[in-house]
Every structure is written in C-alpha cells, then in structure tokens.
C-alpha cells in the first residue's frame, strides 16, 4: 500500500511570499492530485498530474517520478490561499481508492 | 460551485435516528463516491459506484447504506451511527474510474455529520 507524506503540516505566511509544500510517495502511481479543501469543508481538485509540470494562473505543481516526490507552489501569496492542501495518489493498477496525505494547513497573513 | 451538491450541510442525529445524505451532481460523470473526513485523518474512500454499480466498498459497518438511483444521484443511509462516525462526509464524481488516471475528481462541499 502507497504511504503519502506531505510536508510541511502547518505553515504561516506573510502575502506576498512564495510558498511550496512537499508530497512524497513509496510506491508508484498512476497520477498524483493536488486538493485544496477550505473551512467550510468543500473540496476543489487543483491539479491532477503523472509528470512533469503545470501551471494555473499562481499555482504550480511538479512531479519527479523517479524520486516519487511531487511540490505544490503557491507565488505571491495572498490570505485567500489559506486552506489545507491535500496530495493524493492513484495506484498504478488502476484501483479506485486514492492514497491520501494529512494535509497541510496554510494561513497566508495580510 | 464545482456541480456536486450536498444536503445537508450540517445533521445532529441520535444513535436511534435514521437520516440519510444527499449527493447530486450535474456534471454528466459516471462515477461517484462517498468519502469520510474524520478528525486530524486523511480522507478515506467509503463507497464508489461506477454506471449506478457498486464497486468498491472498503469495509465501511452496515449502520452506513448507499444507494445509487442512477448516475447523478447517490445517496448515503444512515442507521444507529455511534459518535465516533461524527465526520465531514463528502461525495465526489469523475467521468470515469481506475485510479482516478486522466479524471479529475469533483467533490461536494461536504456533511458535516454529529453524532450525540
């Protein structure tokens, strides 16, 4: 079974600054998601990748596959960004059930 | 609005009630899942349905029914639920299964369930 770990778990920021948050995997996988999940609970699907890299709008993600390693990238900041960043993981045999991280809690200060 | 509608948002129910959640999405996918949020836990996948087929149930107790009128409505049954089933419920569709692999996955802003 794939073990996602992301890192850091909490993270502060001033607006303005670059953020990134880390994901890595044991095992291989068919694509990596990148989830975004606010206060209320909902839950926004931000990226879904299997290599490379891609970019929307202030948000980029990477995936190295070799190192089993994606990072999540946030420039310039702003307190809207605050919200829990989930990674998850798809396994390569094609099963339904996505390996989930913790998360990591995000507050970006005015 | 991501075309995945939850209610309620919020349920207080007793260990006797019997209530049930509500997923619908407009988004003309095939496949959709219940999801459990618990606490300080990763999400964990309880149910998916693929063309109104079940076909993952991950040991999820019976006091949690599902029930998959068709492709855009799914619902989630619940009966004697203990207070440790107290969680963030969320529903999600795709347009297909199979890990997930070029479909993006749509979630519902969630139920956010109590247990007393």
């Known amino acids: 079974k794939n073990e996602v770990e992301q890192s850091p778990q909490n993270l502060t920021a001033q607006e303005g600054e670059f953020i990134t948050i880390n994901c890595s995997y044991s095992v291989g996988i068919s694509a990596l998601h990148w989830l975004q999940q606010h206060p209320g609970g909902g839950i926004v699907s931000l990226f879904m990748l299997s290599s490379g890299k891609k970019k929307h709008g202030r948000l980029i993600a990477t995936i190295n596959i070799q190192e089993k390693h994606s990072s999540l990238h946030i420039t310039a900041s702003h307190p809207r960004d605050s919200a829990v960043y989930i990674c998850?993981?798809?396994?390569?045999?094609?099963?339904?059930?996505?390996?989930f991280g913790k998360g990591t809690k995000l507050t970006v200060n005015p | 609005e991501t075309g995945v509608t939850q209610t309620p948002r919020h349920l207080v129910m007793g260990m006797t009630n019997k209530k049930s959640l509500k997923c619908e999405q407009h988004l003309g996918h095939n496949a959709m899942y219940w999801y459990k949020q618990s606490a300080k836990k990763p999400l964990e996948l309880m149910f998916v349905?693929?063309?109104?087929?079940?076909?993952e149930n991950n040991s999820v107790p019976s006091r949690f029914s599902p029930e998959c009128p068709n492709s855009s409505h799914l619902f989630l049954h619940l009966h004697t639920l203990q207070p440790e089933d107290s969680a963030l419920y969320l529903c999600?569709?795709?347009?297909?299964?199979?890990?997930?692999?070029?479909?993006?996955?749509?979630f519902g802003e969630g139920s956010w369930l109590t247990v007393v």
């Open positions: 998850a993981v798809g396994d390569q045999g094609g099963s339904e059930k996505l390996v």
């Open positions: 999600a569709s795709s347009q297909g299964i199979g890990g997930f692999y070029g479909n993006t996955i749509y």
């Open positions: 349905y693929n063309f109104k087929e079940q076909t």
